[in-house]
Nanobody
Framework: QVQLVESGGGLVQAGGSLRLSCAAS????????MGWYRQAPGKQRELVAR???????NYVDSVKGRFTISRDNAKNTVYLQMNSLKPEDTAVYYC??????????WGQGTQVTVSS
């Protein structure tokens, strides 16, 4: 079973930056479209950024121009660079394949808190 370990979250002031990392186990990582999701308190988990094996990216409108997803297939790692953070970005951030369902395996996530 694939294991996912997210890291890099923390407390940051509005306008600040964080870089999240997700280390994935498994030999087929390089073949999988990966995504970063977030879940704010009282809200459903949402997919905010996705990246294909070839490196093509897509973002939800609320993070376009501020977040950048990237991957290193040699390290089985996907990253999320978050700039110009806003209080509404506060959430637990998870990585998973871009088509993951709520019932799928999820890692522990990493908490991002943006203070105003």
């Amino acid at each position: 079973q694939v294991q996912l370990v997210e890291s890099g979250g923390g407390l940051v002031q509005a306008g600040g930056s964080l870089r999240l990392s997700c280390a994935a186990s498994g030999s087929i990582f390089s073949l999988i479209e990966m995504g970063w999701y977030r879940q704010a308190p009282g809200k459903q988990r949402e997919l905010v950024a996705r990246i294909t094996p070839a490196g093509n990216t897509n973002y939800v409108d609320s993070v376009k121009g501020r977040f950048t997803i990237s991957r290193d297939n040699a390290k089985n790692t996907v990253y999320l660079q978050m700039n110009s953070l806003k209080p509404e970005d506060t959430a637990v951030y998870y990585c998973n394949n871009a088509g993951a369902t709520p019932g799928a395996y999820w890692g522990q996530g990493t908490q991002v808190t943006v203070s105003s």
